[in-house]
């Protein structure tokens, strides 16, 4: 099943509970993907990369606001938030944990045969490509960070 179709399969269900704060996650999927299809050169078709790429950028966005709202003590703007993360988080594939990560990322440091903190632009761009959609670049980022400079 079609991200886009699911997504209609579950407003409905939403529709039909009245639960509004899954419904609104939910046709923010709905309007990212009309979105996605209407750009230039999509021809409205959306594949499975560019659906992960929105929908992490999605999960980025509410992570960022998130922090804001806690920040400023806005408890039931952050409740949202979180609400809105855990159905977006449904549609997008397993995170990998921090020692998962650790292990990937050790490898790919051996294999390029790099061990200063001047390699971090390399191996970021590396594991980036290897991660996609399976962890968040910040996670990443500091874990690079860390083990290059130990």
């Given at each position: 099943?079609?991200?886009?179709?699911?997504?209609?399969?579950?407003?409905?269900?939403?529709?039909?509970?009245?639960?509004?704060?899954?419904?609104?996650?939910?046709r923010s999927?709905?309007?990212?993907?009309?979105?996605?299809?209407?750009?230039?050169?999509?021809?409205?078709?959306?594949?499975?990369?560019?659906?992960?790429?929105f929908l992490q950028k999605m999960m980025k966005q509410r992570r960022d606001s998130l922090e804001?709202?806690?920040?400023?003590?806005?408890?039931?703007l952050a409740i949202k938030e979180k609400e809105e993360m855990a159905v977006i988080e449904k549609f997008l594939p397993k995170q990998?944990?921090?020692a998962e990560l650790k292990e990937i990322i050790k490898k790919i440091i051996a294999e390029n045969g790099t061990?200063?903190?001047a390699d971090i632009g390399k191996i970021m761009?590396?594991?980036?490509?290897?991660?996609?959609?399976k962890a968040d670049s910040k996670v990443v980022n500091l874990l690079v960070k860390n083990l290059l400079t130990v």
């Open positions: 099943m079609q991200l886009e179709e699911q997504i209609m399969t579950e407003m409905k269900e939403a529709m039909k509970a009245r639960n509004e704060s899954v419904l609104r996650a939910l999927i709905k309007a990212e993907i009309i979105r996605a299809k209407t750009e230039p050169g999509a021809a409205g078709q959306i594949d499975k990369a560019t659906e992960q790429k804001i709202f806690e920040k400023q003590g806005r408890e039931d990998l944990d921090e061990s200063s903190p761009g590396i594991a980036s490509k290897q991660l996609a959609g």
